[in-house]
């Protein structure tokens, strides 16, 4: 990873934890580990006037926030996507492409209004990536909403459904509602 990235991936954990840590969020209770009895499916909270969203998938905690809540039409909407290690150990992550996430747009009724990987082109090679314990990756994804402008209705609520392409947890998705004005 070059200079520059890790300097703005330190950045965006140390606002993230500030933002959590102020702000608060909604989680499990006191003292409860997610295992496989007890799944965080959903949990939100209020992050710099923004929103969170976050799943626990196998010691994983993948988190996806929006600096904003409520974003106008034709604005573009920039995802914040961190995977942390929650664990004690270090998880390999194998991807099968240079594709690490998605992020797809329903609206209401379920229709897909828009995905971030339609029309990309990714590297067609295996990968494994390390996050060690305590630590995370950050990628980062923009919507422009004007690219689908004859899908969208407002005022309207839309949901992104986030997933890392990772083996084993590419189908556990991270939804977050966006209001669209």
Request: proline fraction near 6%; charge should be positive; include cysteine.
């Amino acid at each position: 990873m070059s200079a520059p990235r890790i300097v703005v991936a330190t950045i965006a954990l140390v606002l993230i934890a500030v933002s959590s840590t102020v702000f608060g969020c909604a989680s499990q209770g006191p003292g409860k580990m997610p295992n496989k009895r007890n799944p965080i499916s959903k949990v939100a909270c209020i992050v710099v006037g923004g929103a969170k969203a976050e799943k626990m998938v196998d010691q994983l905690r993948i988190s996806v926030s929006i600096p904003r809540e409520n974003i106008k039409l034709g604005e573009v909407v920039p995802f914040t996507i961190l995977v942390e290690n929650k664990g004690l150990k270090p998880r390999e992550l194998l991807f099968k492409s240079g594709q690490k996430f998605d992020v797809r747009i329903e609206d209401t009724k379920g229709n897909k209004i828009w995905r971030w990987s339609d029309g990309k082109m990714f590297t067609q090679m295996l990968e494994t990536l390390v996050i060690d314990p305590g630590k995370s990756v950050i990628y980062t994804a923009e919507w422009p909403t004007k690219e689908s402008l004859d899908k969208l209705t407002c005022p309207n609520k839309y949901s992104a459904f986030v997933k890392i392409t990772a083996d084993g947890i590419e189908n556990e998705e991270v939804k977050i509602v966006i209001p669209i004005n």
